[in-house]
C-alpha cells in the first residue's frame, strides 16, 4: 500500500458536482484525504500546486479499461495502464475481466487487488465476469469475487446470449447491490463484421455490424432489469434507438445507466475509407445521426459517464489486415482533450457537466465513495485547463499499445495533474 501524502492546491477553479460547488477556491488534502477546500488556505509542510488558470476537479473515474494482466502483458500491464491513466488525469480506473486466466474467480481479483497496490499510480477496480470463462453458460464466484474487491459484473466483449443465465445474474448483483455491465451485441446479428452495416461498409467492400445487434440486447436487458430490479449499465452505448430506449425506460423509474466513449462522439463510419485498423473497434464507429444522439444524450442527462474502453493490442496484431486485425483503441490520454473539442469548445455541455460525467457520474452507478470533493473525502484530485495547446503524439504514450486512430490530433486544454491520495501520479512537464 502506496503512504497517502498531502498537498495544497491554489487558486483554481474548483469544480464539484456532487456537492453542487463551483467557484475560486483552494484544495487541501492532507494524509491522502481531503480536509479543507476554500479560500485562502494555508498549510504548513505540505507539497504546493499553483492551479490558477486552471479547472480543479474530483479525481477523474474511468470505468471501462482493459489492462490486459494477467495473462496478455505483451499488451498492456496494470503498472502501464495506470501509467496512461494518470497520463490521462484518472485516478481510478475499472478494469475488465477478459484476462488470461479469465477474473472469474476471488483468485484472479485478489491477484490484481494486490498487484495494483504494488505497481499502480491510480486507485485500480477490478470488474468480475458474468459467467465462467465469460462463456455465458454458467455463472462465476460472484460472491466470492465481490468479498475479494470487484465493483461490478460484465462478460464485456463476450455478451451473455442466454436471456435466462443474464436473468439469474441480475438477481445476484440485486442482492450484492452492484450493477450488471453489458455489452450489448447480439453475436449472431454481428457475426462476421468489421464496421458499421451501412452506405460505408458497402462501399468499402467490408463486412457489415448492423445497429440492431446492439439495439436488441439493450432492450432485453432492459426488459430483464425491470423484471429482477437490477441496476444495469449499458458499455459504450453507440446508436440513437439505444439511446431512446435507455432515455424512456429511465423516465419508467427502470435502474438503468449507460456510458459512452469519446471516439463514439467524435468519429463516423467514414473515417473508415483509410482501411486503418486502428479505426477499427466493438461497438463500431456508427452514422453521423448516432453521434448525434449521443451527443444529445450526453447534454439531456441521458448518459451517465464517459468511459475510455481503453483496449490495448500490440502493433503486430493490430496492424494486419483489416478483417483479420483485433477491435478495439487505446483511450486513456485522449479523453479529456476529446471530451473539450467536441463537446465543450463547441457549447454542447458546460466544463460543469464534462466534470459530472468523469466523476459524480460513475462514481454513482458504481456505489464508489470517490468522485467529490468535500472534506474526507478521498485525495484525489484531477487538474486541467481549458486553454492550452498541445498535439498528442502516440509514439509518447505511457501505454505499453500504440493502436490510437488520434495520434497527430491537436487539442486545445487538456490535463495539467493527477493527484492520488494527496500525491501527484503525474504533471505536465
Known sequence: MKTPGSILIKGGRVIDPASKFDGLADVLVRDGKVEAVGPGLRADGVEVLDAIGSIVAPGFIDMHVHLREPGIEHAETIETGARAAAAGGFT??????????????????SYIVQRAREVADVNVFPIGAITKGSKGEELAAIGSMHEAGIVAISDDGRPVMNARVMRRAMELAKALDIPVIDHCEDLNLSAGGDMHEGPESVRLGLRGIPSASEDVMVARDLLLAELTGAWFHVAHLSTCRSMAMVAFAKSRGVHVSCEVTPHHFALTDEELSVYDSNYKMKPPLRRSRDVEAIIEGIRSGTVDAIATDHAPHPGDEKMQEFERCPFGITGLETAIGLTLSELVHPGHITVGRMVELFTAGPANVLRM?????TAGAPGDVTVFDLTSEWTFDVRQSQSKSRNSPFSGRQFKGGQVATIVAGKIAWRRA
Open 369 to 373: 465513495d470517490r468522485g467529490r470533493l
Open 92 to 109: 481510478s480506473i475499472c478494469c475488465m475481466p477478459n484476462t488470461l486466466p479469465t477474473n472469474d474467480s476471488a483468485t484472479v481479483t
